[in-house]
């Protein structure tokens, strides 16, 4: 009983990490896509926040 | 649980993003505006208007003269300087899209503005459930200000917010310092705050430290015709924007969060 427990609680641990580190690598994406992205369009688009957010940007 | 994440730092973002995109028109926006207008006069001198021209030549001197303090430093940089990014980065294909001036560039640059609060929303509450199983706005307020401090002011000690048109070193160097900075700080300020061994700490130091001891990429001289003046301010206010970016989805993402554990108390 306790082990299996123990296993399940660390089981809910174990799917909640993969879930935060799911999501952090989603709004990395996102991030990269306004913020970092090379290509013109994007960076046209995103150019005020680019320099608003003070990211490295031209 | 993902979803619950991806709710939080969805609605989280949008909230703050939404403020921080009206916020932006009035502050940021209209210096970057003033400041285009000066734009490419201290690279190509020959194609600027008259007056700007002008303006940058009484400048220049100054600029030069403080300058080389800085270009010391920079010296091991020299190949990454300005007369490669002015060759090759700067000048962006004509022919990709651009928003138009007026409500077309307000319009897009605010979509830009909350996709990027979102993104940083999604991080934040990602990070907080990991490290802490829970959000609550209290403890999301500490971690939104962390997050400024190693996104945002840190970077900002080596690479001031810049404005278009002035002088920097090249995008990649930049940008490799800019991610070094903003990782190094993070993790140096999660072992200074949440490790209670001394030596954890001294790491921590050393990490929040060492990108500002290794030195940003700066360009080997100085050559935007944009007035201190309006740079300076633009420094001061993105600066501002971005705490109020940070503190805003800190607090929204904190009262979802408990607003979901209130639903969730309810007897189903």
């Known amino acids: 009983m306790t082990t299996s427990t123990i296993a399940s609680r660390s089981n809910a641990r174990q799917g909640a990490l993969v879930a935060c580190a799911l999501a952090f690598l989603i709004g990395g994406a996102l991030v990269f896509t306004t913020g970092f992205a090379g290509a013109d369009v994007l960076h046209?688009?995103?150019h005020d926040t680019r320099h608003a957010l003070s990211f490295p940007c031209h | 649980m993902l979803n619950r994440i991806l709710a939080v730092g969805l609605l989280a973002g949008l909230v703050a993003g939404s403020a921080v995109a009206v916020l932006q028109e009035v502050t940021t926006s209209r210096l970057i505006i003033a400041a285009e207008a000066f734009e490419g006069a201290g690279e190509a001198p020959a194609a600027a208007a008259p007056a700007a021209h002008d303006h940058a030549g009484h400048d220049h001197p100054d600029m030069a003269a403080s300058g080389h303090d800085h270009a010391a430093p920079a010296a091991a940089l020299a190949d990454a300087g300005t007369d490669d990014h002015a060759a090759s980065g700067h000048q962006h294909d004509s022919d990709a899209w651009m928003p138009a001036d007026g409500l077309e560039r307000t319009l897009v640059t605010s979509l830009a503005t909350?996709?990027?609060s979102i993104g940083f929303a999604l991080m934040l509450t990602a990070v907080m459930v990991a490290a802490d199983g829970k959000v609550t706005t209290r403890s999301a307020?500490?971690?939104g200000l962390s997050a400024f401090i190693a996104v945002n002011l840190a970077p900002a000690i080596g690479l001031a917010p810049e404005l278009p048109g002035a002088s920097a070193a090249a995008l990649e160097a930049r940008q490799l310092w800019w991610f070094g900075t903003v990782a190094a700080t993070a993790a140096g300020l999660f072992l200074l705050g949440r490790?209670?061994?001394i030596v954890a700490k001294s790491a921590g130091l050393a990490l929040i430290?060492?990108?500002h001891v290794i030195g940003a990429p700066h360009p080997n001289e100085f050559e935007s015709a944009v007035p201190a003046e309006i740079a300076a301010q633009f420094a001061s206010v993105s600066l501002g924007l971005a705490a109020a970016m940070w503190l805003l989805i800190a607090a929204a993402a904190g009262w979802f969060w408990q607003r979901g554990?209130?639903?969730?108390g309810l007897p189903a």
């Open chain 1, 44 to 46: 046209n688009a995103a």
């Open chain 2, 114 to 116: 909350i996709a990027t």
């Open chain 2, 141 to 143: 307020l500490g971690w």
């Open chain 2, 195 to 197: 490790r209670p061994e």
């Open chain 2, 209 to 211: 430290v060492a990108p």
């Open chain 2, 261 to 264: 554990d209130a639903r969730e």
